[in-house]
């Protein structure tokens, strides 16, 4: 693989910020920038949040809720601080099905079902598994998230026409809306390079609101798209009946959101752990997930999970501890109830900015560069992730992602298998086996023997092979008993301890060494039954 990794594109985003230590080496100056930080992401999370819940087809207080209750309890007890999770759109096309065929209690209970899940998968500590998300995989990913977020930002350039369909902006106020979101774009690139006293992001929300509101220009507004005008969340059971027949209908949705919700959580907490520095966490953030939603499930809120965009708006403004997340939070809380009215009159060019330099930011443009360079496979697998990702689902991608790359992986392993055939001194012809020996290289391993045409002994040597699985155990016991029928002695060499005890009828033809190697073997066989049950 080249210098291009995940790292080196982690070390691009943090070189774009300026580092902040850790909560106990806090100073005043330093607090003044998690808290900018927070003020930052919340503006971002307005109308992201009412957006999602549009798509979902539910109030946008129900999205605006769920951002701040999961976004204050993930920044409390989540696995990666720095992060920001909140209502959305990987979850919210999900939720449209079951809030048109079954109302919007049914989501609040679907909801809380989604989060005693996420507890439990952290419980068993499942979030480990995130580290089989191969490198391409990941590029993939962030490619096509940034590709996502650039297109959810076009639709800030329409309008909804008399017949209700959407259509393009008019010259002028596409000009002007493309004029503001290019101003935005300015300041936040060149605020850096003047001071880092204030977040570039927030300075380019501020410059552009006060220019766009001081000389009354006539843009699109976030008022425009809703009021986010609201009372505090309050304790609400889900109104719906409690037997099996509700259990039928949320429990599919449940464990589909998450899954998707944990998978693009734990991509995130890998993400925003590259750019940090910081490693571990992803059960610890499985539960902060669970108990955010199942907690939002019962105060109205949609749920959500952690957001790529958002968490890159954070990091970049200097964001890199809970204070900011949690701050973030209660901001957006603060929106709701008291300051609804002064968000609701920024425009949502400078917005659309913002998440434009996002977008630049989470691309990893370096992938281009050495899609010619990396194998075949990689490149296939990166393209692959970034087309599905923007076709489809983020978790869906990710999926076909590591599939396509443990198949690629188990082929090419597979076609490793070969043998180095020599006559011993006594006439003994030896088989010494070269690669891994699992379900894909059966064949090819089966392939390189004769045993009608083999002479009266044969020694087969793996001491430079490994048996993998319960298929490699039964190819050997297969070929022991083609030799046998053969009347033909054949001896197996260098096997570890636990293929001596697997092993049955090719176990008594085993000769010990004191150079066999020494690991376990996935299954479990039982000797008088001849039965492979689960690994251990």
Same mark, same amino acid.
């Given at each position: 693989?080249?210098?291009?990794?995940?790292?080196?594109?982690?070390?691009?985003?943090?070189?774009?910020?300026?580092?902040?230590?850790?909560?106990?080496?806090?100073?005043?100056?330093?607090?003044?920038?998690?808290?900018?930080?927070?003020?930052?992401?919340?503006?971002?999370?307005?109308?992201?949040?009412?957006?999602?819940?549009?798509?979902?087809?539910?109030?946008?207080?129900?999205?605006?809720?769920?951002?701040?209750?999961?976004?204050?309890?993930?920044?409390?007890?989540?696995?990666?601080?720095?992060?920001?999770?909140?209502?959305?759109?990987?979850?919210?096309?999900?939720?449209?099905?079951?809030?048109?065929?079954?109302?919007?209690?049914?989501?609040?209970?679907?909801?809380?079902?989604?989060?005693?899940?996420?507890?439990?998968?952290?419980?068993?500590?499942?979030?480990?598994?995130?580290?089989?998300?191969?490198?391409?995989?990941?590029?993939?990913?962030?490619?096509?998230?940034?590709?996502?977020?650039?297109?959810?930002?076009?639709?800030?350039?329409?309008?909804?026409?008399?017949?209700?369909?959407?259509?393009?902006?008019?010259?002028?106020?596409?000009?002007?809306?493309?004029?503001?979101?290019?101003?935005?774009?300015?300041?936040?690139?060149?605020?850096?390079?003047?001071?880092?006293?204030?977040?570039?992001?927030?300075?380019?929300?501020?410059?552009?609101?006060?220019?766009?509101?001081?000389?009354?220009?006539?843009?699109?507004?976030?008022?425009?798209?809703?009021?986010?005008?609201?009372?505090?969340?309050?304790?609400?059971?889900?109104?719906?009946?409690?037997?099996?027949?509700?259990?039928?209908?949320?429990?599919?949705? =449940?464990? !589909? &959101?998450? %899954?998707?919700?944990? @998978? /693009?959580?734990?991509?995130?907490?890998? $993400? *925003? #752990?590259?750019?940090?520095?910081?490693?571990?966490?992803?059960?610890?953030?499985?539960?902060?997930?669970?108990?955010?939603?199942?907690?939002?499930?019962?105060?109205?809120?949609?749920?959500?999970?952690?957001?790529?965009?958002?968490?890159?708006?954070?990091?970049?403004?200097?964001?890199?501890?809970?204070?900011?997340?949690?701050?973030?939070?209660?901001?957006?809380? =603060?929106? !709701? &109830?008291? %300051?609804?009215?002064? @968000? /609701?009159?920024?425009?949502?060019?400078? $917005? *659309? #900015?913002?998440?434009?330099?996002?977008?630049?930011?989470?691309?990893?443009?370096?992938?281009?560069?050495?899609?010619?360079?990396?194998?075949?496979?990689?490149?296939?697998?990166?393209?692959?992730?970034?087309?599905?990702?923007?076709?489809?689902?983020?978790?869906?991608?990710?999926?076909?992602?590591?599939?396509?790359?443990?198949?690629?992986?188990?082929?090419?392993? =597979?076609?490793?298998?070969?043998?180095?055939?020599? @006559?011993?001194?006594?006439?003994?012809?030896?088989?010494?086996?070269?690669?891994?020996?699992?379900?894909?290289?059966?064949?090819?391993?089966?392939?390189?023997?004769?045993?009608?045409?083999?002479?009266?002994?044969?020694?087969?040597?793996?001491?430079?092979?490994?048996?993998?699985?319960?298929?490699?155990?039964?190819?050997?016991?297969?070929?022991?008993?083609?030799?046998?029928?053969?009347?033909?002695?054949?001896?197996?060499?260098?096997?570890?301890?636990?293929?001596?005890?697997?092993?049955?009828?090719?176990?008594?033809?085993?000769?010990?060494?004191?150079?066999?190697?020494?690991?376990?073997?996935?299954?479990?066989?039982?000797?008088?039954?001849?039965?492979?049950?689960?690994?251990?």
């Amino acid at each position: 693989m080249t210098k291009s990794t995940l790292a080196d594109y982690a070390a691009r985003i943090k070189a774009s910020s300026w580092e902040t230590p850790c909560l106990d080496e806090m100073s005043p100056r330093l607090l003044k920038t998690e808290l900018l930080s927070g003020l930052t992401v919340a503006l971002a999370l307005v109308p992201e949040a009412v957006a999602f819940a549009f798509v979902a087809g539910v109030h946008p207080l129900v999205a605006l809720y769920a951002a701040f209750i999961v976004g204050l309890i993930t920044a409390v007890i989540g696995g990666r601080p720095g992060m920001i999770s909140g209502a959305t759109g990987a979850l919210a096309v999900v939720m449209v099905a079951l809030v048109a065929q079954h109302g919007v209690e049914y989501l609040f209970a679907t909801v809380v079902l989604m989060g005693i899940l996420q507890v439990l998968a952290g419980a068993l500590r499942l979030g480990k598994f995130i580290r089989l998300v191969p490198h391409p995989v990941m590029l993939g990913f962030v490619n096509g998230l940034a590709i996502v977020i650039f297109m959810a930002q076009l639709t800030q350039f329409q309008t909804t026409g008399a017949d209700g369909t959407k259509e393009w902006m008019s010259a002028a106020p596409m000009a002007m809306m493309l004029g503001l979101v290019g101003l935005t774009m300015g300041i936040i690139w060149a605020m850096p390079k003047l001071t880092t006293v204030i977040p570039a992001p927030l300075a380019g929300i501020g410059i552009v609101a006060a220019l766009v509101i001081g000389f009354g220009i006539d843009v699109p507004r976030v008022g425009d798209l809703a009021s986010i005008q609201g009372g505090l969340p309050s304790f609400h059971i889900p109104t719906v009946p409690f037997n099996l027949e509700t259990m039928k209908i949320i429990l599919p949705f =449940a464990v !589909i &959101l998450a %899954a998707i919700g944990l @998978i /693009e959580s734990l991509l995130t907490l890998n $993400l *925003v #752990g590259e750019i940090t520095g910081k490693r571990g966490g992803g059960s610890q953030e499985c539960i902060a997930q669970g108990v955010a939603n199942t907690v939002t499930g019962f105060f109205s809120g949609m749920g959500g999970c952690a957001m790529i965009g958002q968490s890159m708006i954070n990091v970049k403004s200097g964001g890199s501890t809970r204070i900011s997340g949690i701050s973030a939070a209660l901001f957006l809380l =603060a929106f !709701i &109830l008291v %300051a609804s009215s002064a @968000i /609701e009159q920024i425009p949502l060019a400078a $917005l *659309v #900015g913002v998440m434009m330099m996002v977008v630049i930011g989470t691309f990893a443009w370096q992938s281009l560069l050495i899609l010619r360079r990396i194998p075949l496979t990689d490149a296939a697998v990166m393209l692959l992730v970034t087309v599905v990702t923007v076709m489809s689902d983020l978790a869906i991608a990710v999926v076909v992602g590591v599939i396509v790359s443990a198949l690629a992986y188990a082929w090419s392993n =597979a076609t490793r298998i070969h043998t180095n055939i020599h @006559i011993a001194d006594n006439g003994a012809k030896v088989y010494q086996i070269e690669g891994p020996l699992f379900f894909g290289s059966v064949e090819g391993f089966a392939e390189n023997f004769d045993p009608a045409s083999d002479p009266d002994q044969v020694i087969i040597d793996f001491k430079n092979s490994r048996v993998v699985d319960q298929s490699a155990l039964q190819a050997i016991e297969t070929l022991a008993s083609k030799y046998e029928a053969q009347g033909k002695a054949l001896q197996l060499r260098h096997l570890s301890r636990d293929c001596h005890k697997l092993l049955n009828r090719a176990g008594q033809l085993m000769i010990d060494s004191d150079d066999d190697p020494n690991y376990g073997l996935a299954v479990d066989y039982s000797i008088k039954t001849g039965i492979f049950s689960g690994g251990h």
